[in-house]
Protein backbone atom coordinates (compact mmCIF):
# COMPACT_ATOMS: atom_id res chain seq x y z
CA UNK A 1 0.00 0.00 0.00
CA UNK A 2 1.23 3.62 -0.95
CA UNK A 3 2.01 5.67 2.05
CA UNK A 4 0.90 9.58 2.17
CA UNK A 5 4.80 10.12 2.17
CA UNK A 6 5.44 7.94 -1.01
CA UNK A 7 2.25 9.45 -2.89
CA UNK A 8 3.54 13.17 -2.31
CA UNK A 9 7.09 11.57 -3.03
CA UNK A 10 6.02 11.11 -6.52
CA UNK A 11 4.08 14.13 -7.32
CA UNK A 12 8.18 15.34 -8.00
CA UNK A 13 8.74 13.61 -10.60
CA UNK A 14 5.78 14.39 -12.85
CA UNK A 15 7.03 17.64 -14.37
CA UNK A 16 7.84 16.48 -17.92
CA UNK A 17 3.84 15.44 -18.06
CA UNK A 18 2.01 17.11 -15.59
CA UNK A 19 3.87 20.46 -15.36
CA UNK A 20 5.80 21.07 -11.41
CA UNK A 21 4.02 20.40 -8.46
CA UNK A 22 2.81 23.73 -6.98
CA UNK A 23 2.13 23.90 -3.34
CA UNK A 24 0.21 26.97 -2.18
CA UNK A 25 2.06 28.44 1.70
CA UNK A 26 -0.96 28.16 4.09
CA UNK A 27 -0.71 30.00 7.56
CA UNK A 28 -2.77 29.10 9.23
CA UNK A 29 -6.24 25.97 9.20
CA UNK A 30 -8.52 28.48 7.63
CA UNK A 31 -6.27 29.50 4.88
CA UNK A 32 -5.42 25.90 4.06
CA UNK A 33 -8.88 24.90 4.11
CA UNK A 34 -9.59 27.53 1.09
CA UNK A 35 -6.78 26.31 -0.63
CA UNK A 36 -8.04 23.01 -0.22
CA UNK A 37 -11.60 23.95 -1.42
CA UNK A 38 -9.85 25.16 -4.30
CA UNK A 39 -8.60 21.85 -5.37
CA UNK A 40 -5.02 21.90 -4.31
CA UNK A 41 -3.90 18.17 -2.98
CA UNK A 42 -0.57 19.07 -1.19
CA UNK A 43 0.44 22.23 0.67
CA UNK A 44 3.47 23.75 2.06
CA UNK A 45 3.70 25.77 5.47
CA UNK A 46 6.22 29.30 4.94
CA UNK A 47 7.59 29.39 8.38
CA UNK A 48 7.52 33.55 7.59
CA UNK A 49 3.70 32.86 7.60
CA UNK A 50 2.94 31.01 9.80
CA UNK A 51 5.59 32.82 12.78
CA UNK A 52 3.36 36.47 11.31
CA UNK A 53 0.19 34.51 11.90
CA UNK A 54 1.80 33.70 15.77
CA UNK A 55 3.00 36.97 16.15
CA UNK A 56 6.35 36.70 15.84
CA UNK A 57 9.16 37.71 12.93
CA UNK A 58 10.36 34.90 10.49
CA UNK A 59 12.82 32.96 12.36
CA UNK A 60 11.72 33.75 15.97
CA UNK A 61 8.90 31.58 16.73
CA UNK A 62 9.58 28.81 19.37
CA UNK A 63 9.60 25.62 17.83
CA UNK A 64 6.98 24.30 19.88
CA UNK A 65 4.67 26.51 18.87
CA UNK A 66 5.12 26.46 15.05
CA UNK A 67 4.87 22.37 15.76
CA UNK A 68 1.37 23.10 17.03
CA UNK A 69 0.53 25.32 14.39
CA UNK A 70 1.75 22.79 11.52
CA UNK A 71 -0.58 20.19 13.36
CA UNK A 72 -3.44 22.47 13.09
CA UNK A 73 -3.33 23.33 9.44
CA UNK A 74 -2.85 19.41 8.61
CA UNK A 75 -5.99 18.42 10.59
CA UNK A 76 -7.89 21.12 9.13
CA UNK A 77 -7.75 19.46 5.75
CA UNK A 78 -6.82 16.01 6.54
CA UNK A 79 -10.59 15.15 6.08
CA UNK A 80 -10.32 15.93 2.32
CA UNK A 81 -7.14 13.74 2.19
CA UNK A 82 -4.63 16.73 1.30
CA UNK A 83 -1.61 16.67 2.48
CA UNK A 84 0.85 19.06 4.01
CA UNK A 85 4.55 19.51 4.27
CA UNK A 86 6.77 22.32 6.78
CA UNK A 87 9.13 24.64 6.44
CA UNK A 88 11.05 23.77 9.67
CA UNK A 89 13.74 26.48 9.16
CA UNK A 90 17.15 24.70 10.41
CA UNK A 91 15.11 22.33 12.32
CA UNK A 92 15.65 24.14 15.58
CA UNK A 93 18.15 22.57 16.58
CA UNK A 94 16.55 19.28 17.77
CA UNK A 95 18.68 16.30 17.16
CA UNK A 96 17.45 14.48 14.39
CA UNK A 97 15.47 11.86 15.88
CA UNK A 98 13.12 14.39 18.45
CA UNK A 99 12.84 16.33 15.22
CA UNK A 100 11.53 13.66 13.20
CA UNK A 101 9.29 12.31 15.90
CA UNK A 102 7.98 16.12 16.20
CA UNK A 103 7.48 16.44 12.52
CA UNK A 104 5.75 13.17 12.39
CA UNK A 105 3.09 13.66 15.29
CA UNK A 106 1.88 16.83 13.41
CA UNK A 107 1.34 14.62 10.40
CA UNK A 108 3.01 16.30 8.24
CA UNK A 109 4.57 14.24 5.28
CA UNK A 110 7.08 16.35 4.28
CA UNK A 111 9.39 19.00 5.37
CA UNK A 112 11.73 22.22 4.30
CA UNK A 113 15.65 21.87 5.66
CA UNK A 114 17.43 25.39 5.30
CA UNK A 115 21.27 24.89 5.42
CA UNK A 116 21.24 28.53 7.66
CA UNK A 117 21.84 28.34 11.28
CA UNK A 118 18.92 30.04 12.67
CA UNK A 119 20.80 31.47 15.86
CA UNK A 120 23.89 32.55 14.49
CA UNK A 121 22.25 33.98 10.75
CA UNK A 122 25.34 32.10 8.69
CA UNK A 123 25.82 29.33 6.24
CA UNK A 124 26.10 26.10 8.10
CA UNK A 125 29.03 24.05 7.17
CA UNK A 126 28.02 22.04 4.23
CA UNK A 127 29.57 18.27 5.00
CA UNK A 128 28.42 18.86 8.91
CA UNK A 129 25.00 19.78 7.33
CA UNK A 130 24.72 16.77 5.15
CA UNK A 131 25.78 14.39 7.91
CA UNK A 132 22.83 16.06 9.90
CA UNK A 133 20.75 15.55 6.64
CA UNK A 134 21.88 12.34 6.36
CA UNK A 135 20.56 11.14 10.35
CA UNK A 136 16.99 13.03 10.18
CA UNK A 137 16.38 11.02 6.34
CA UNK A 138 17.97 7.59 8.27
CA UNK A 139 15.63 8.39 11.29
CA UNK A 140 12.38 9.09 8.98
CA UNK A 141 12.94 5.87 6.70
CA UNK A 142 10.65 7.18 3.97
CA UNK A 143 8.07 8.63 6.07
CA UNK A 144 9.00 12.34 5.13
CA UNK A 145 10.01 13.61 1.51
CA UNK A 146 13.12 16.00 2.65
CA UNK A 147 13.59 19.10 0.69
CA UNK A 148 16.84 20.36 1.50
CA UNK A 149 16.78 24.11 0.69
CA UNK A 150 20.41 25.83 -0.30
CA UNK A 151 20.86 29.19 1.21
CA UNK A 152 24.01 30.09 -1.47
CA UNK A 153 22.13 32.66 -3.69
CA UNK A 154 20.43 34.05 -0.25
CA UNK A 155 23.66 34.89 1.69
CA UNK A 156 25.89 35.37 -1.25
CA UNK A 157 26.51 37.61 -4.49
CA UNK A 158 26.69 35.14 -6.73
CA UNK A 159 25.91 34.42 -10.58
CA UNK A 160 26.80 30.56 -10.85
CA UNK A 161 24.99 27.48 -10.00
CA UNK A 162 28.53 26.27 -8.71
CA UNK A 163 28.25 26.64 -4.98
CA UNK A 164 24.32 25.59 -4.89
CA UNK A 165 25.39 22.63 -7.13
CA UNK A 166 28.35 21.49 -4.40
CA UNK A 167 26.05 21.80 -1.52
CA UNK A 168 22.93 19.80 -3.59
CA UNK A 169 25.26 16.71 -4.44
CA UNK A 170 26.43 16.43 -0.47
CA UNK A 171 22.54 16.84 0.50
CA UNK A 172 21.70 14.00 -2.50
CA UNK A 173 23.86 11.91 -1.24
CA UNK A 174 22.73 12.48 2.30
CA UNK A 175 19.24 11.06 1.22
CA UNK A 176 17.63 14.56 0.37
CA UNK A 177 14.67 13.81 -1.99
CA UNK A 178 14.57 17.46 -3.65
CA UNK A 179 16.71 20.37 -2.96
CA UNK A 180 15.70 24.34 -2.93
CA UNK A 181 18.03 26.36 -4.46
CA UNK A 182 16.07 29.45 -3.12
CA UNK A 183 16.05 32.84 -4.96
CA UNK A 184 18.22 30.95 -7.58
CA UNK A 185 17.60 32.61 -11.08
CA UNK A 186 15.30 31.05 -12.95
CA UNK A 187 17.80 30.18 -15.61
CA UNK A 188 19.88 27.85 -13.12
CA UNK A 189 17.00 25.64 -12.44
CA UNK A 190 18.00 23.13 -15.24
CA UNK A 191 21.68 23.05 -14.62
CA UNK A 192 21.02 22.96 -10.90
CA UNK A 193 18.66 20.21 -11.44
CA UNK A 194 20.61 18.14 -14.54
CA UNK A 195 24.00 18.32 -12.11
CA UNK A 196 22.13 17.36 -8.80
CA UNK A 197 20.31 14.67 -9.72
CA UNK A 198 17.41 15.36 -7.81
CA UNK A 199 13.83 17.43 -8.34
CA UNK A 200 14.34 21.16 -7.75
CA UNK A 201 11.75 23.49 -5.89
CA UNK A 202 11.93 27.08 -6.87
CA UNK A 203 9.99 29.72 -5.65
CA UNK A 204 7.47 32.12 -7.54
CA UNK A 205 8.18 35.44 -6.75
CA UNK A 206 5.56 38.87 -7.70
CA UNK A 207 6.65 39.86 -11.30
CA UNK A 208 8.63 37.29 -11.88
CA UNK A 209 8.07 33.90 -13.99
CA UNK A 210 4.56 32.01 -13.60
CA UNK A 211 4.98 28.68 -11.68
CA UNK A 212 4.34 27.13 -15.27
CA UNK A 213 6.96 28.89 -16.71
CA UNK A 214 9.30 27.63 -13.69
CA UNK A 215 8.36 24.37 -14.90
CA UNK A 216 9.27 24.63 -18.14
CA UNK A 217 12.82 26.48 -17.07
CA UNK A 218 13.20 23.26 -14.90
CA UNK A 219 11.58 23.39 -11.38
CA UNK A 220 9.81 19.97 -10.68
CA UNK A 221 8.20 21.77 -7.49
CA UNK A 222 7.20 25.73 -7.12
CA UNK A 223 6.45 27.41 -3.69
CA UNK A 224 5.59 31.01 -1.97
CA UNK A 225 7.29 31.46 0.75
CA UNK A 226 5.62 34.09 2.69
CA UNK A 227 4.34 35.78 -0.66
CA UNK A 228 0.66 34.62 -0.29
CA UNK A 229 0.15 35.53 3.89
CA UNK A 230 1.92 38.89 2.45
CA UNK A 231 -0.90 39.65 -0.07
CA UNK A 232 -3.39 38.46 1.89
CA UNK A 233 -2.31 41.14 4.20
CA UNK A 234 -1.93 43.49 2.44
CA UNK A 235 -5.94 42.83 1.60
CA UNK A 236 -6.45 43.26 5.05
CA UNK A 237 -4.92 46.09 5.65
CA UNK A 238 -6.93 48.41 3.06
CA UNK A 239 -9.89 46.58 4.38
CA UNK A 240 -8.57 48.38 7.76
CA UNK A 241 -7.79 51.85 5.84
CA UNK A 242 -11.57 51.74 4.38
CA UNK A 243 -12.83 51.50 7.84
CA UNK A 244 -10.65 53.43 9.92
CA UNK A 245 -11.79 56.42 7.16
CA UNK A 246 -15.70 55.32 7.49
Known amino acids: MTTPAAAFRALHHTRDTDGPLVLPGPWDAASARAFADAGFRALATPSAG ?10 EAPAAEMFTAVGRIVRAVAAE ?18 LVERLLESGVVGCNLE ?4 TTGQLKEPRAHADWLAAV ?6 RLVVN ?14 APAVERGL ?7 DCVYPILAPAELLAPIAERVGLPVNALAMPGGPSPAELGALGAARVTFGGGLH ?5 AVEEIAAELRQG
Open 50 to 59: VSASLGYADG
Open 81 to 98: GVVVTADVEDGYGLPPRE
Open 115 to 118: DTDR
Open 137 to 142: VAEADG
Open 148 to 161: ARIDTFLKDDVDSA
Open 170 to 176: LYAAAGA
Open 230 to 234: RRAMA
